[in-house]
């Protein structure tokens, strides 16, 4: 699991994507939510919705939406 703060602009991660599809969310867990910092797996793979292809939670996205 690697760990993230999801207040950085540079963030843009295929497992916090709304696009990504992962209805409950196995791949991120909360770490220090009220800081910002979660944790995810980079190696997860799912369905991007928008590319309809399977993309790598640790992927970086140019139409990212955060799902949180």
Not at 11 to 27: E, G, I, L, Q, V
Not at 35 to 42: E, H, K, S, T
């Amino acid at each position: 699991m690697y760990e993230i703060n999801i207040n950085s602009k540079m963030m843009k991660k295929c497992a916090f994507c709304k696009h990504w599809y992962d209805p409950t969310n196995s791949a991120i867990n909360p770490k220090t939510p009220s800081l910002g910092i979660w944790q995810y797996d980079a190696n997860v793979r799912n369905k991007c919705l928008i590319r309809n292809v399977e993309q790598k939670g640790g992927e970086f996205c140019s139409k990212f939406e955060i799902k949180l």
